[in-house]
């Protein structure tokens, strides 16, 4: 069965403050992962798809990349507008069903 | 707006009522999904369909859910004596299906409380 694990529960940083994001994962064969951010009370929001370990991809301050194991969300000099829950997904080869992790609740203080 | 829309957004129920909720996906989108999402949880895949057709379901779907397709455009998810363990976010995504690319587009959700 797929597995999605990810840390921190909960990350607070300071404006300017760049961190990184850890999506672990398990699955029999990967077709696509998946980042999303959701705010409170609002559906989740497409943010990446990366298909294959080595594959990176950006979007303003967002820079998504992917190992065989794990896949990392690197927040580079954040802003309060950037807090959010983020979440990890998967996709495996055999079907269309998303499995997500439970997300990391992201706070950037002014 | 052209994005994915659900109706109503919140839902208060009384337990052992029926609910029922809507889905409009994005207008090209041939693929429907039907996800859970509790407090503090990622979405929970529930169930989808290519067309009107009905592909996948999850265990979590039971008897008492049902979700419908008729036309291949709007979904419908129908809850039957609700349970106080009902109460959730149901959301609806939608994609294309184009070779390997299946990003997946969600809707705002409806929030249901069951009493």
């Known amino acids: 069965e797929d597995q999605v694990t990810q840390s921190p529960e909960a990350l607070r940083l300071q404006e300017g403050e760049s961190s990184s994001l850890n999506c672990s994962y398990t699955?029999?064969?990967?077709?696509?992962l998946f980042w999303y951010r959701q705010d409170p009370g609002k559906g989740p929001e497409f943010l990446f798809t990366?298909?294959?370990a080595g594959e990176e991809k950006e979007k303003e301050r967002l820079k998504a990349t992917l190992t065989k194991k794990e896949s990392f969300l690197h927040i580079t000099a954040p802003k309060p507008e950037d807090s959010a829950t983020y979440l990890c997904?998967?996709?495996?080869?055999?079907?269309?069903?998303?499995?997500f992790g439970e997300g990391t609740q992201l706070t950037v203080n002014p | 707006d052209t994005g994915v829309s659900q109706n109503p957004r919140h839902k208060i129920t009384k337990r052992g009522q029926n609910v029922t909720f809507r889905c409009d996906p994005i207008?090209?989108?041939?693929?429907l999904y039907w996800y859970r999402q509790t407090l503090g949880q990622g979405p929970e895949f529930l169930t989808y369909?290519?067309?009107?057709?009905?592909?996948?379901k999850s265990r979590l779907l039971s008897d008492r859910f049902s979700a419908e397709r008729p036309k291949g455009s709007f979904s419908t998810l129908e809850i039957q004596r609700t349970e106080q363990g009902d109460s959730a976010m149901y959301l609806c995504?939608?994609?294309?299906?184009?070779?390997?690319?299946?990003?997946?587009?969600f809707g705002p959700g409806t929030r249901l409380t069951v009493l």
């Open positions: 699955v029999s064969g990967l077709r696509g």
């Open positions: 207008s090209e989108h041939n693929r």
């Open positions: 990366l298909y294959s």
């Open positions: 997904a998967v996709r495996e080869t055999s079907g269309s069903r998303l499995t």
């Open positions: 995504a939608s994609s294309l299906k184009v070779s390997s690319y299946n990003e997946q587009f």
């Open positions: 369909f290519q067309n009107e057709a009905q592909l996948e």
